[in-house]
């Protein structure tokens, strides 16, 4: 099983930044893909950042992130991290690291999940 544990969330104004940090635990070995997640409420989870675990590839961003958030890993510290500059209050979710491994098409493991919010 792998293990995941997101961090790094707050309170920012509009147009600042975050950096949230996701560490992998476990059968790390397993894993495909990792990728991060956003709820806010009422609406519905949305994929805003991925990338491959292992293998050289290229990130995918939704347009309502891309060129503000960038999404990056280090295999030496099994870590994912999701860079979010220019933020805006719409931007304001729970946030979560996800995973899939390689026979799945679904992420299959979670983050806890860290608040980021944005003021206006």
């Known amino acids: 099983q792998v293990q995941l544990v997101d961090s790094g969330g707050g309170l920012v104004q509009t147009g600042g930044s975050l950096r949230l940090s996701c560490a992998a635990s476990g059968r790390t070995f397993n894993i495909y893909r990792v990728g991060w997640f956003r709820q806010a409420p009422g609406k519905e989870r949305e994929l805003v950042a991925s990338?491959?675990?292992?293998?050289?590839?290229?990130?995918s961003y939704p347009d309502s992130v891309k060129g503000r958030f960038t999404i990056s890993r280090d295999n030496t510290r099994n870590t994912v991290y999701l860079q979010m500059n220019s933020l805006k209050p719409e931007d304001t979710a729970v946030y979560y690291c996800a995973g899939r491994d390689l026979g799945s098409s679904d992420y299959n493991f979670w983050g806890q999940g860290t608040q980021v919010s944005v003021s206006s």
């Open positions: 990338i491959n675990w292992m293998n050289v590839g290229a990130a």
